[in-house]
């Protein structure tokens, strides 16, 4: 113990010397196994310890517009005051030079850990260089880089969570795979990892109701149906484009044929149904949403067929990526992805998480992986974690 | 009133007393309208033989409803091409008008007074517009992107970039069915139609924007007011975008600050379809009108044969290119 000291000593003086970036000095004390609190205990301005640390963090949102990215950065920025944390914030503009540009600021200011959200896939590389070169530990929001460590939803598991709550309440009502399409919309250009949920939805109640078997790659953005069972259609992920693609298929399928509805968010979903609506098949419908906004909840609330809502708390991803900063900080190493919260309501449990005016009210429970947050207390200072209260 | 030779010829919808004026104005019809409208026919066809789901009474209305929003829209815009210009701002002023509509609909105004409020809102969009053009000299592309943007991100901000849902259902009447399944939007697109075909053709007014597209500076030196004109017809063109907002809420029964984004590239195809010409003093509002019904009929014929939506976009696409390079054609056959 007494040599763990004096060789941290050494690299701590390193550090202090400007010989040693904060991330090898963080991966040099994880190498000599000293424990998270003494690790943090050894970092300046603050106590052992991680959730009194005063760390520096700066963030890059992929995009300063539509309430969406706007609540998320309010969100993280928020949770960095929460956290007690300095804090700075970027606009990437979804664009890639201004991105790279971004990171280079970013890294000029030196911060303890980097938040990058970047919306542009192919620059991965470059960020990552630039994020080496300055020696700070980063996390990718939602886009993957390499090097980074990785916060996402799992759109995948939506998607079978979603088919888990629909097909019952189909099978309850009589609906077998000889009379039921499930028409999904995707949003192509989103790319696969987006588009995950549709495919696994269809994926999963195929499977239950014995309709036509899919593969995750029988289900592409070119793929418009599979036998009498699976419909496809590009809603684009907004309203309008959504109504007209579903009001077009629906000239496809016979007035009592029964319909499983689902798609990459709500505004699609949203278009979807009206589409629905003004053909009069409700009673032929089983719908379900995908995105927690305030007019889907209200769906889910009322609405008999809408049975099902995806969550994903974007607007309170800021307090786990606090929570992930202190124990990276600290020198945990996370799992490779570590999950945001997610959970598919129904009408059951919405009012568990959101109140009437669909602001939220709960979090739901950590998931083994993500338990690591646990021990660095700075989720306990949101008072909002379902098992943390 | 005098005008150049190309101000004369180039009005297609202006009658003249010269025969041989009128031959070639009867050649360039034959070509402008007939051409689209067999090739809207073939179209009709293929798609008939193609999917057993196309030809009936309920996919007529579809079609009719999915273009209805786009066709207001072209209408403004074939005022503005055939004056010589075009307005990219229609992309901003149709969510714009979507989220007025239904922000004021929910705060308790009636959807009468609502609509009009949202068609002056519209209009004084591009009241700036014309008179950045007209007065500053600015080029209506950079004029009307700059608003196009404006017009955009006051959707978002309004709205705080969600979706809003009509609290009362009612206001949306105009998505309602009272004859044959037949909306009163639907109606009121082809009412539009009608009275924007009769000005174009019969009015002085009609003929004086044919002539100021034809030729500006020809049309300025015979007395016309081409600067009062343009304003006007941007301040037209605007007004009906912010009304087509108002039908695609209607539709939705909400407002989004997402929909009508690709307003303007389509209404310019369809208009350009129709046998506009972006040099101006060409087009109307029967071509437009096929033009509208040819995009709207192959997206949802496409879409009935379960094309993919990537080969929809490639398919759009070429039938532009085509429609352009016909627009060549006519020229060589009638001299232009």
Redesign the interface.
Known sequence: MTTDNRDAASLLADFRHGRLSRRELVMGLAALGIAAPLATGLLPGGSARAQDKKYFVTFANVLE??????QLGNGIENAAKVAGYEFKRYNNNFDGPTTINNARLMAQDKPDLILEYNGVEGIGEALKRIFDDAGIPFIAINVPVPGGIWFNLVNREIGIDTAKVVVPLAQAKGWTAADTTVIILQA?AAGVEVNDCIRYFYITAAEAMGMTPAKPEDIT?????IGDNL?Q??GKG???TS???V???L??LAEDRHILLYSIN??SV??AW?AIT?AKRENNTIVAGLGG???AL?ELRENPYWVAEGSVFATHWGQYLMAMTAAILGGVTPPPLTKSPQAVLTKETVDKYYDASGQVKLLPPLVAENMYLKDTGILQKFNNVEGLI | MTLSAKGTTAAAGAPSAQPSAQRARILRAGFQYFGIGAFYLVILVAFAFSTQHFFSYSNALNILTNVSVIGIVALGQTLAIVSGGFDLSVSGVVPLGAVSFALLTNAGIGAPLAILIVIGIGALVDLINGLIVTQVGINPLITTLGTLSITAGLAYTLSRGVTIPFVDLDVGILAERPFAGISYYVMAFLALAIVISLMLRYTVFGRMIYAVGGNREASRLAGIRVDSLTILIYVICSALAAFAGVVVASQLLAGAPTVGVEAALTSIAAVILGGASLTGGLGGVGGTLIGVLVLGTIANGMALMMVPAFYQQIATGLILLLAVGFGRLRAVFTGE
Do not use: H, M, P
């Open positions: 517009s539509g309430e969406l990215f706007v192509s953005a070119l793929t418009t149906t419909i259609v590009d907004v309203l309008d109504y007209t693609t009001k077009n298929a000239q496809t709500d505004d949203i278009g009206r003004e906004s305030v007019a209200k």
